[in-house]
């Protein structure tokens, strides 16, 4: 196997890679900017340098030459080598900044070079705190400048488009943003413009950069250059904390990171999954932060003459529980969802099946010529295969609605049928309609009782996205029911590890009164007397995981463990 | 060196009149050696054509000093696909004008040996690559080459002989940077002038990805002088190692600047004192630029005995880069001299690598504090610093470029700048 020393350390290699690569698959460290490891090589921040040099291989005597102390001679390239675009070869030796004071030298020198023209504006930077040239800089930067002239200026908040603010003072010219759009998403809408230190990247005069994967050139900026509209100075990042969940504004479900700060989502960012999105997201599920904030439901309505007005939560389960009795079976339409977790529509229809009332069904939600064939794909919902694979009858659009003008009592789980125009609130005129629902909508605005519920950033759910992949979500925020000390399960930031009790405070406006579906009906199901009880998430799913056999494996440790499990085999591949 | 170069017969810019119209350079013989090559390609087979070549001893006339038939060898074998050549007419490089002069007066001994080069290397296009400010040269190409099409040098099946080829050319949009060959490539693909990394090379990977060689245009124009004379016949003209004839381009304080053709390895003295009609004023002679303004200076004591090739210039500590002469008098000052140059890279520094990008406004920015007064001596040392950290650590030459002038003017012509500088004293512990 082919072996390369660095810094006086031997690896193994096979096949063809950057030193760059290799030295980072080894967790070791080279600090680096324009590189990413998605994007095509251009070598431009020249921050990667390392000594390079080959062996002498003696063909004569088909070995390597030694010198006096039995040491292989090395050839050293002349000039210092980025790694990032230097092969690694049999019997190469690299010299990092660790063993070589000239890389350390290199490195600082174009550390001093970068700087020179960056406004150093740290303390207002939306980037500070996850900067790769601030880490860089305190890492391998020289201690001060000896640059005393005026910086060059730059055009400054300049709206690139609708969701991407470009500050170009802060640019460091990396071109990942310009290799983005051309290499990824393929929109070709960036380049860089004007020369020498007064580039910066811009789109062409009278287009606007509205890519419908922009953001993600903000994630790739490694300086504070390019920033998100939404979330511009809203937070600093040490002061959030940042759950892995899933996307569920559509049917790819990307992995994300949720970054809640107050009990608010301040933004959401790709999480890394070689399976799913690598490292992208569509800029919509970045806007998911406005579901889980806005528009929420907020304490159980019921409809009393004309108007939604608040009731206790023992009034909306005496409610639905009075109604399930007195109506005839026959007559109760329940609606599952493909918004909703596998854990919710399961407790929803094992709920119905041991009354042995009502019959479960849902309706798929896909605009077909919506995807790309990317990342956005044309199902709008993020569980349209896991409610398949349920015991749950899948519904046209137009026999659902045959079905709602027939049933005395409808009980829709979080999807909005009549905003999509599914349903109409004539259809439902004639009939108890029970919308058990995390946001206001207009089927809430139909509802003779709103059930407030968690949405995926305040429950654990597993999610089946289009391609057949079980991932799950984590409680990102805290409900008024369940906060931080009462849920062990939710992540903590800085604040929980080392703050006061003061330093870490969520505003009571914050937490949303609403309970998970399973512990709603947990609560109607003790007053109608069934076995049905449920008391976290994990519960539903080792009883779905035990009633279902494609289901079998699923187990949230092995989902966090595998980044999601892919539940198309060949057995249960249609 | 005792050339007699008053009798010398330039062939580069002959003495003929109207020699850059098609009539009257085949009247002179031309386009002979491209139909011979095209006619006897048994004896002279595409190989053997870039074997003449490499023998002449042929050297980039760009700056770089390649040789040009070896290059030409790098390419590989044809298969089938588009094979290019970009000429390089960008001349752009301060000090340097000396491509202008084959455009304008002999404009179809370029299209003539690009067309052998073309032959040699099985090219199917010829891009000539013009920078954007020539426009009425760039009309003039476009005039000759149409010309040269009529007459049907160029083109499908040319005299018969099976060999196709075309030729375009393209105007630059006033960029230095595309003058070097990468991004001279990139440009002509219609991107921005980034020069690439290499490797690939453009013999394996150029235009659009295909085997691309890079000439300059006075390269070009000396190849059917060549093939006239042969290879053996023209390596004996001039420097040993540097044959040919060369065009040097002579700008300054000399009483008769210009164009002017003699071979290789002509004596900078003759060149001022004899060729030139000496010192502008008979003022004394201060610094020399031999090869375009990246060239490191020379002083007066430096160009004694030296002469134009590279292993002479080499030895006095120069190159001969495109051999773009700038002579300066005594009265020059140094310190606004390499301001002005340094200015010219901060300008043209297309921005790409961190070095180059951000070193080149800082050695202008430094240096215009000197040259108005408010420089110290400490940023003499921070000067050669930043030459330190830009040298070698870009894709590109430019930082090269950019680097040697401010190193080598600080350190032939210390006194001027020190002279320039405060003397402050910072006291250390």
Known sequence: MAEIFIDNQRFEFTGTVKVLQFILDKGLDLPHFCYHPALSIPANCRQCYVEAGMPVFNKETNAYDLDENGQRVIRWFPKLMTACNTDASDGMVVKTHVTSELVRRGQKDVLEFILINHPLDCPICDQAGECPLQIQTYKYGPEGSRFEHKKVHKPKRIQLGPRVVLDAERCINCTRCVRFTDEISKSHQLTIISRGDKNYPAVAPGREFDDAYSLNTVDICPVGALTSADFRFKARVWDMVSTPSIDITNGKGCSVDIWTRDNLVLRITPRENKNVNDVWMPDAGRTAYTIYNENRVNKPQLMLDGAQVPTSWTNAVLTVHEKIAETPSDQILVIASAFSSLEDNFALSSFFSKLGKGSVGFTPHIVPGFGDGFLITDDQAPNTSGVRMLDVAEHSASSLSDAAKNAKLVIILNDDLVGRGVLTAADLKGAFVVALSSNLTATTAAADLVVPITTAAEHVGTYVNVDGRAQRTRAAKETAHRGRNVNMDMSKGRLDHFGTHFDNWVSDKNRIDCVPVWEFLTNVATEAGIGFSYSESGDVLRDMTATLPTLSELTYERMDAENGISLITESNHA | ?429
């Not at chain 2, 040269?148 to 230095?176: L, P, R």
């Open chain 2, 1 to 429: 060196m005792s050339f007699d170069w008053k009798s010398y017969q330039p062939v580069l810019i002959p003495n003929i009149p109207d020699y850059h119209k098609l009539s009257v350079y085949e009247k002179n013989g031309g386009y002979e050696q491209f139909k011979k090559v095209l006619a006897k390609q048994d004896e002279f087979t595409p190989e053997g054509v870039a074997t003449i070549v490499k023998n002449s001893g042929l050297r980039g006339r760009g700056g770089a000093g390649f040789n040009t038939g070896l290059k030409w060898s790098f390419m590989p074998k044809p298969d089938g696909g588009p094979r290019y050549i970009a000429a390089n007419g960008d001349e752009s490089e301060p000090g340097t004008f000396k491509d202008r002069v084959i455009f304008e007066y002999n404009p179809h001994s370029f299209i003539e040996g690009a067309l052998i080069a073309a032959y040699a290397m099985r090219i199917t296009a010829v891009y000539v690559y013009i920078r954007g400010e020539y426009r009425s040269w760039i009309r003039m190409m476009e005039a000759a080459i149409a010309d040269a099409y009529k007459a049907g040098h160029i083109g499908e099946n040319i005299h018969g002989s099976g060999f196709t080829t075309h030729m375009y050319v393209h105007s630059g949009a006033g960029a230095y940077i595309c003058g070097e060959e990468s991004s001279l490539m990139e440009s002509l693909e219609g991107k921005r002038g980034y020069p690439r990394v290499k490797p690939p090379f453009p013999a394996q990977k150029g235009l659009w990805g295909r085997p691309t060689t890079i000439n300059n245009i006075e390269t070009l124009a000396n190849v059917p002088y060549i093939l006239k004379i042969g290879a053996e016949a023209y390596a004996a003209i001039g420097a040993k190692n540097h044959p040919g004839p060369l065009l040097y381009g002579i700008s300054g304080h000399v009483n008769k600047p210009g164009v002017y053709e003699f071979p290789s390895g002509m004596s900078i003295e003759t060149l001022i004192y004899d060729v030139c009609g000496g010192m502008r004023n008979g003022k004394k002679l201060k610094a020399l630029i031999p090869g375009g303004s990246s060239t490191p200076p020379l002083t007066a004591d430096m160009i004694v005995g030296t002469t134009m090739d590279s292993d002479s210039l080499r030895t006095a500590g120069s190159m001969l880069g495109t051999a773009g002469m700038v002579v300066m008098d005594e009265d020059t000052d140094m310190v606004d001299m390499l301001t002005r140059i340094s200015h010219f890279y901060h300008h043209e520094s297309c921005g790409q690598c961190t070095p180059c990008r951000d070193g080149t406004g800082w050695l202008e920015k430094t240096l215009k504090k000197i040259n108005r007064g408010d420089g110290e001596m400490r940023d003499l040392d921070l000067l050669l610093d930043i030459c330190t950290q830009m040298e070698g650590r870009t894709i590109c030459a430019l930082a090269d470029a950019a680097a040697w002038p401010v190193r080598f003017t600080i350190t032939r012509f210390k006194e001027d700048f020190e002279a320039r500088c405060k003397q402050t004293v910072y006291a250390t512990a």
